[in-house]
């Protein structure tokens, strides 16, 4: 088939699932890169369809939602993980289409099965909330928040935290909270750091100590936690773990207050 009768498919896919969102194709569809692979719309009209699909979504450009769904169908049947977690989350979120957590949970399924670590994370969060269930299922959340923490992913390192430290679908486990938290706070997630914080500050799953939780603490208020500023003025304003010094206690609460700047 020729690249003009494969842009032209293309463009008629497009246009098609268009026509039922009532919405224009993009008119860039058909850029293409020198090497032949086609090329569709983006900052620069210049990127790669499923890149530019992907793109949409995450942008919520509402306008392009039609032809950036045919994309990612048309990718996702052809067993493209990435188009399959992006289908899935259009319709968990309900981007262009009616909500439908029962096909968004099939779409991430078979891209968690190809090892897709965001579709993992997002899976434990559809079924420790229920979405589309008759009651959570914190146990198999806890499973798919162990292999997308195993792949790195911070987020779903600091849910599995929660769950040890709650023992919600998993035995209670304190340390493995702390040593979740303490991967998840190093690698920039802001709640780790804030709760992470508190482990230190309490000793709970780790030796107790004021001055790393000072640190994190501190970490997570330097990025506008708002929380963590109001427990470093408590700290201050009663001594407690840190010498009493009410200057720095005003300076953290009134941060929290939006009175100062970090």
Request: hydrophobic share 40%; proline share 3%; net charge negative.
């Amino acid at each position: 088939m020729s690249s003009t009768r494969i842009g032209n498919l293309q463009e008629l896919i497009a246009n098609s699932v268009c026509a039922v969102f009532r919405k224009p194709a993009p008119k860039n569809l058909n850029n293409r890169a020198r090497d032949g692979r086609p090329m569709i719309g983006g900052p620069n009209e210049r990127m790669e369809p499923l890149e530019w699909a992907k793109f949409v979504i995450r942008n919520k450009t509402e306008d392009d939602y039609p032809a950036a769904l045919s994309v990612l169908s048309s990718r996702a049947a052809q067993g493209d993980s990435d188009a399959e977690f992006y289908l899935g989350l259009v319709y968990a979120r309900g981007q262009g289409v009616g909500r439908d957590f029962h096909l968004a949970r099939e779409w991430m399924q078979r891209s968690e099965a190809q090892g897709n670590s965001n579709a993992a994370y997002f899976l434990g969060k559809i079924y420790l909330r229920g979405y589309g269930l008759e009651n959570p299922m914190p146990s198999e959340a806890a499973r798919l928040f162990e292999k997308a923490a195993d792949s790195g992913d911070i987020r779903a390192m600091y849910e599995l935290a929660l769950l040890y430290m709650n023992g919600n679908g998993v035995v209670r486990d304190l340390s493995k909270t702390y040593n979740l938290l303490l991967d998840s706070a190093t690698g920039g997630h802001l709640e780790a750091q804030f709760v992470l914080g508190q482990l230190y500050k309490t000793g709970a799953g780790t030796d107790k100590d004021p001055d790393q939780a000072v640190r994190w603490l501190s970490a997570a208020a330097m990025h506008n936690h708002r929380g963590a500023m109001i427990l470093l003025g408590d700290m201050y304003a009663m001594g407690d773990g840190v010498g009493k010094d009410v200057d720095e206690a005003n300076r953290w609460y009134d941060m929290a207050d939006g009175r100062a700047s970090n």
